[in-house]
């Protein structure tokens, strides 16, 4: 018998070999994991709940390549976020990287495969993304699921609301809406200000970090030689709170200049729409969200849920990028993290409907093997749910 | 029930900020904080506190275990946790600096041999100087790296300074300074908005009226 390198047999019973794998092979490398079971089944279910939705509102799956250029990424995500993927050379030398993001690669096919197709594009995704350094200690996934949707070519305050809308309905299908806080923003804000302030590169880095961590008291500090102290007071306050229509009162009261205006104008139609459709209780707004700005061009948004330490999901407009692939046009798009739903569904006692008691199983006789396939596959036809023995020894 | 949960960290800081939480209205049974108990609650019941190490401060609030925690900024910077700082505390306050013999052992060439409990807060400083260094990992007591020759020096928090004299060391360079503050969790922020804040705003004003003269 020819025994692999690494094994090796420690047991003698027949039928019952035990061995034990070199710790290379029995060990798994950080940020993977297995799913199985019950766990394995929710997964599922939660999968097919979100495409039924997507499907709902006429977005066509799409299944893009794991494996495609760096420099694709690198284009679209941006050099900071892209180096976090797992990356190797081709044959030809050129740079490789398994998808450490899948909106990149929607929008190049947008760009080049759907060129001639009629706008707007409506496209979703279930799709595993792969990073080599974990987004943060909490996020420790190094493989995780997304399933997302992207609606390209239309600009209008419609296609922000119609990802919205899709998002509440998913959360509403999980059961989640009653525990969810989606947080709405518009990078226009911050862009508006930055730009009024006249702040070089190095010095716009640093006031977004101190806004995305909302360190106010070091914001008004840093503010101070830019602008007036009354200002830089009240804008500090401005970005520690997060509300509902009175946030934007407040800034527009503060902020002046005709970019960010036009930014909490492109917000507040956004509300009111929300306001009639009595959406409210789901949503804030939160001027102090500007994590990964350079991505985004408008709205962009995050999903909290109660029960997860991080968010379950995020999304935004991103006007620019098609342009790098050729062809520049608005688009909007969204994720949801498929394993953060999972082990919040899990976790929680009520388990909704998402997971139908399955079938029980009948054992199918026989005499001899071909009865035995026989009986079994006349109940699968029937449809019944079957379960062999496969330890008997028959004829 | 539980509405926030403080991760506080132990040591150091523990003391300061339960006074200062005292300060801000919540309330403690003499019973809970003499008692040995890892998680205690207030007596509204609406506050649970747990106590851990300092460098777990970040490891619950980050997960959202913890809502909020008080740790020392020195704690945040080695970390590298993705987490929000809404405020300040005037509690603590220390620096982290390069200790040495003397400075001549920190200014030469080549590689330098530094021993410290920060490992990434002494990569980060010494690299943007473009300084090779062989970082020597310690627990405790790493002014005797420096003082038995170990370490060309020392990367570590200094209060009062009155270690590093009884051991004949002096500070090269400041790195940083460091104070307490308060952290919390980015899904908490958004989640529990109306608590957490009523929670930052009392501490913020207790700290106002205590640095009124």
């Known amino acids: 018998m020819n025994v692999a390198a690494g094994?090796?047999?420690?047991?003698?019973?027949?039928?019952?070999?035990?061995?034990?794998?070199?710790?290379?092979?029995?060990?798994?490398?950080?940020?993977?994991?297995?799913?199985?079971?019950?766990?394995?089944?929710?997964?599922?279910?939660?999968?097919?709940?979100?495409?039924?939705?997507?499907?709902?509102?006429?977005?066509?799956?799409?299944?893009?390549?794991?494996?495609?250029?760096?420099?694709?990424?690198?284009?679209?995500?941006?050099?900071?976020?892209?180096?976090?993927?797992?990356?190797?050379?081709?044959?030809?030398?050129?740079?490789?990287?398994?998808?450490?993001?899948?909106?990149?690669?929607?929008?190049?096919?947008?760009?080049?495969?759907?060129a001639e197709r009629e706008r707007p594009l409506r496209l979703c995704y279930a799709a595993p993304v792969f990073r080599q350094q974990p987004q943060s200690h909490a996020e420790w996934r190094r493989e995780s699921t997304q399933i997302g949707g992207e609606l390209l070519g239309a600009h209008t305050s419609a296609a922000d609301m119609e990802v919205l809308a899709i998002v509440c309905e998913a959360l509403e299908r999980l059961d989640l809406d009653r525990d969810s806080s989606i947080t709405l923003n518009d990078v226009d804000v911050f862009n508006g200000i930055a730009e009024q302030l006249a702040l070089p590169a190095e010095a716009r880095n640093e006031m977004r970090e101190l806004i995305d961590t909302r360190n106010a008291a070091d914001l008004e500090c840093f503010l101070v030689p830019w602008s007036s102290a009354e200002e830089s007071r009240s804008f500090a306050q401005l970005i520690q709170l997060s509300g509902k229509r009175n946030i934007l009162n407040d800034a527009r009261r503060i902020i002046t200049n005709p970019r960010s205006q036009t930014a909490l104008d492109r917000l507040e139609r956004l509300w009111s729409v929300i306001e009639s459709l009595q959406l409210t209780d789901c949503f804030e707004i939160d001027l102090g969200d500007v994590a990964r700005l350079d991505y985004y061009t408008g709205l962009t948004f995050k999903i909290y849920v109660k029960g997860a330490g991080t968010r379950i999901g995020s999304g935004g407009r991103y006007d620019d990028l098609t342009a790098s692939f050729g062809r520049a046009e608005a688009a909007v798009g969204f994720v949801l993290d498929l394993d953060g739903l999972t082990d919040l569904l899990m976790d929680r006692s009520h388990q909704p409907d998402l997971m139908p008691a399955s079938m029980e199983a009948s054992q199918p006789r026989g005499e001899k093997l071909s009865d035995l396939f026989a009986a079994a596959r006349t109940k699968r036809a029937r449809g019944e749910r079957v379960l062999l023995n496969t330890n008997e020894v028959m004829p | 029930m539980t509405e926030l949960t403080i991760a506080i960290a132990k040591g150091r800081l523990q003391a300061e900020t339960l006074d200062?939480?005292?300060?801000?209205?919540?309330?403690?049974?003499?019973?809970?904080?003499?008692?040995?108990?890892?998680?205690?609650?207030?007596?509204?019941?609406?506050?649970?506190?747990?106590?851990?190490?300092?460098?777990?401060?970040?490891?619950?609030?980050?997960?959202?275990?913890?809502?909020?925690?008080?740790?020392?900024?020195?704690?945040?910077?080695?970390?590298?946790?993705?987490?929000?700082?809404?405020?300040?505390?005037?509690?603590?306050?220390?620096?982290?600096?390069?200790?040495?013999?003397?400075?001549?052992?920190?200014?030469?060439?080549?590689?330098?041999?530094?021993?410290?409990?920060?490992?990434?807060?002494?990569?980060?400083?010494?690299?943007?100087?473009?300084?090779?260094?062989?970082?020597?990992?310690?627990?405790?007591?790493?002014?005797?790296?420096?003082?038995?020759?170990?370490?060309?020096?020392?990367?570590?928090?200094?209060?009062?300074?009155?270690?590093?004299?009884?051991?004949?060391?002096?500070?090269?360079?400041?790195?940083?300074?460091?104070?307490?503050?308060?952290?919390?969790?980015?899904?908490?922020?958004?989640?529990?908005?109306e608590t957490v804040s009523q929670f930052i705003k009392s501490l913020e004003k207790t700290i106002r009226r205590r640095g009124e003269p």
């Open chain 1, 7 to 114: 094994f090796s047999f420690t047991g003698q019973e027949p039928g019952a070999i035990y061995f034990c794998m070199s710790e290379l092979l029995s060990r798994m490398p950080t940020g993977m994991r297995y799913y199985s079971g019950a766990e394995a089944r929710l997964r599922r279910m939660i999968e097919t709940t979100l495409m039924s939705v997507f499907d709902g509102w006429s977005y066509e799956e799409i299944t893009t390549p794991t494996v495609d250029y760096y420099s694709l990424f690198e284009r679209g995500m941006g050099r900071s976020q892209a180096h976090h993927a797992f990356r190797f050379t081709d044959t030809d030398g050129r740079m490789l990287a398994i998808r450490p993001d899948v909106t990149s690669l929607v929008a190049r096919a947008a760009a080049t495969l759907f």
């Open chain 2, 20 to 193: 200062l939480l005292t300060s801000a209205g919540l309330v403690f049974s003499d019973q809970a904080l003499s008692s040995r108990r890892l998680a205690i609650e207030d007596e509204s019941g609406r506050f649970r506190l747990i106590f851990v190490k300092p460098a777990d401060v970040p490891v619950y609030v980050e997960r959202g275990i913890a809502d909020c925690g008080i740790v020392g900024r020195d704690v945040l910077l080695e970390s590298d946790a993705n987490l929000l700082q809404p405020l300040s505390l005037n509690l603590g306050a220390c620096r982290i600096v390069v200790a040495a013999k003397n400075e001549a052992g920190v200014r030469q060439s080549g590689m330098l041999k530094v021993a410290t409990k920060y490992p990434h807060i002494a990569a980060r400083h010494f690299g943007a100087r473009g300084v090779a260094v062989d970082l020597i990992e310690l627990s405790g007591s790493v002014e005797l790296a420096a003082v038995l020759g170990l370490a060309d020096c020392i990367v570590d928090l200094v209060e009062t300074g009155k270690t590093l004299e009884e051991n004949d060391l002096r500070v090269v360079d400041v790195i940083t300074e460091s104070s307490a503050r308060v952290v919390v969790n980015r899904a908490s922020y958004q989640l529990k908005a």
